[in-house]
């Protein structure tokens, strides 16, 4: 799943790294041990996160206006923020039921299919990835 937007993250309680903006958008996608990813920009710049080890709150007040954050908990305490703008609202509005079952029910994460939301999301959008 890929969606065009802005993003820019942003790490706290680390010597205040400076923020990255990136303008490639987010896709969400599975690890080699299926894990939900969420990786951010394209190609060997590509920053990763995953979502089960790390989601801790969703800010998604925003969503009509194509905005939202998501706050993730890293190893060693530290905290990292990342901000999307400039997305779709119905793309946004696919992402966050998938962090909010991440989120609630772990559980049910690996039902998940990522695939299958690309068909109706990305419309006429094609980069040649799978």
Do not use: W
Request: charged letters at 25%.
């Amino acid at each position: 799943m890929h969606i065009e937007c802005n993003t820019v993250v942003d790490y706290l309680n680390q010597q205040r790294k400076q923020a990255r903006p990136a303008t490639k958008g987010i896709t969400l996608f599975r690890n080699g041990q299926s894990q939900i990813c969420l990786g951010i920009g394209k190609g060997t710049k590509m920053v990763h996160f995953k979502l089960e080890e790390s989601l801790s709150k969703i800010y998604s007040g925003f969503i009509n206006d194509g905005k939202c954050t998501i706050e993730l908990k890293l190893a060693g305490g530290s905290i990292c923020n990342i901000i999307i703008s400039k997305a779709s609202p119905n793309h946004l509005n696919e992402l966050i039921k998938i962090l909010n079952i991440i989120d609630q029910q772990p559980d049910r994460a690996n039902e998940i299919d990522l695939r299958n939301l690309d068909d109706g999301e990305n419309g006429n959008e094609s980069d040649g990835e799978e």
